[in-house]
T-cell receptor, first 114, second 113 residues
Framework: NAGVTQTPKFQVLKTGQSMTLQCAQDMNHEYMSWYRQDPGMGLRLIHYSVGAGITDQGEVPNGYNVSRSTTEDFPLRLLSAAPSQTSVYFC?????????????FGSGTQLSVL | RKEVEQDPGPFNVPEGATVAFNCTYSNSASQSFFWYRQDCRKEPKLLMSVYSSGNEDGRFTAQLNRASQYISLLIRDSKLSDSATYLCVVSLDRGSTLGRLYFGRGTQLTVWP
């Protein structure tokens, strides 16, 4: 069991470039999500999904797109990167339907937009 | 107003000390509560869930006060390895399909020898 795998670990982009952050989990979790973490701001939810074909917006969705074509994968797309998107990004997943279910995190992607 | 508020600290305590963190949440419909631990530049990891009756896991005790809408974490006999940031997490959903979790900013703890 690899758990939640995020790639890449580090990325530098120029303003206006596009890229996709990859997230995969092998635990058959229905719920997957993307967070960004900025100093002094805590973790903020970008987008989440409760199953294949279902996605919804979180607190800070602007500038990001997601899709969920399979249970395992939940990529995050930056269509036109901006310096304000410089942050650490975490993908997380968990089972649905159980009280106090643990959230499993990937190891994070440090993104810098110049 | 943020969904979850935490005192960011930092808390600097000597080994063996007892330290307590508090966290308040704004939505009275919140159902599930957690404490996560995050080491520097690492991903958050679940420390413990918080139940209405309170729960204990070794040196760690979590309490929930629904009337006042706050959660606490008590660490007894602090170890150097307890140095980390502690995140308070609240969910509106009890295992439903929505599953949104709200994170506090985190409370930084440093335990010194």
């Amino acid at each position: 069991n690899a758990g939640v795998t995020q790639t890449p670990k580090f990325q530098v982009l120029k303003t206006g470039q596009s890229m996709t952050l990859q997230c995969a989990q092998d635990m058959n979790h229905e719920y997957m999500s993307w967070y960004r973490q900025d100093p002094g701001m805590g973790l903020r939810l970008i987008h989440y999904s409760v199953g294949a074909g279902i996605t919804d917006q979180g607190e800070v969705p602007n500038g990001y797109n997601v899709s969920r074509s399979t249970t395992e994968d939940f990529p995050l797309r930056l269509l036109s990167a901006a310096p304000s998107q410089t942050s650490v990004y975490f993908c997380a997943s968990r089972l649905q339907g159980a009280t106090n279910e643990k959230l499993f995190f990937g190891s994070g992607t440090q993104l810098s937009v110049l | 107003r943020k969904e979850v508020e935490q005192d960011p600290g930092p808390f600097n305590v000597p080994e063996g000390a007892t330290v307590a963190f508090n966290c308040t949440y704004s939505n009275s419909a919140s159902q599930s509560f957690f404490w996560y631990r995050q080491d520097c530049r690492k991903e958050p990891k679940l420390l413990m869930s918080v139940y209405s009756s309170g729960n204990e896991d070794g040196r760690f005790t979590a309490q929930l006060n629904r009337a006042s809408q706050y959660i606490s974490l008590l660490i007894r006999d602090s170890k150097l390895s307890d140095s980390a940031t502690y995140l308070c997490v609240v969910s509106l959903d009890r295992g439903s399909t929505l599953g949104r979790l709200y994170f506090g900013r985190g409370t930084q703890l440093t335990v010194w020898p």
